[in-house]
Nanobody, 122 residues
Framework: QVQLVESGGGLVQPGGSLRLSCAAT????????MGWYRQAPGKERELVAL???????NYADSVKGRFTISRDNAKNTVYLQMNSLKPEDTADYYC????????????????WGQGTQVTVSS
């Protein structure tokens, strides 16, 4: 059993900051890429930021310079530091990880967190 557990969402004023965390738990052999996606009401889910096992990162243009993704491999955790938040950042944020569980025979599986809500409003 593998799970992604997210935390850190909430309500923040424009210009404020939030830090999201996502911990992968369970029978994990290795973790490849980890990332954050978001889905606003009435919109499709979109990639926010991605970090590979080699710490290469990729960001959506809309968050470049404001958001930073990082990971702690010892804790199987990925973070998203969000600064200078804007109302248009309001969405449900989902953690994603490509994980090789011990029980998969070396096959990687795509896992998703349950989502955490971020609301940017005055």
């Amino acid at each position: 059993q593998v799970q992604l557990v997210e935390s850190g969402g909430g309500l923040v004023q424009p210009g404020g900051s939030l830090r999201l965390s996502c911990a992968a738990t369970g029978n994990i052999f290795s973790i490849n890429a980890m990332g954050w996606y978001r889905q606003a009401p009435g919109k499709e889910r979109e990639l926010v930021a991605l970090i590979t096992s080699g710490d290469s990162t990729n960001y959506a243009d809309s968050v470049k310079g404001r958001f930073t993704i990082s990971r702690d491999n010892a804790k199987n955790t990925v973070y998203l530091q969000m600064n200078s938040l804007k109302p248009e950042d309001t969405a449900d944020y989902y953690c994603n990880a490509v994980i090789v569980p011990y029980f998969s025979g070396g096959r990687s599986i795509d896992y998703w967190g349950q989502g955490t809500q971020v609301t940017v409003s005055s």
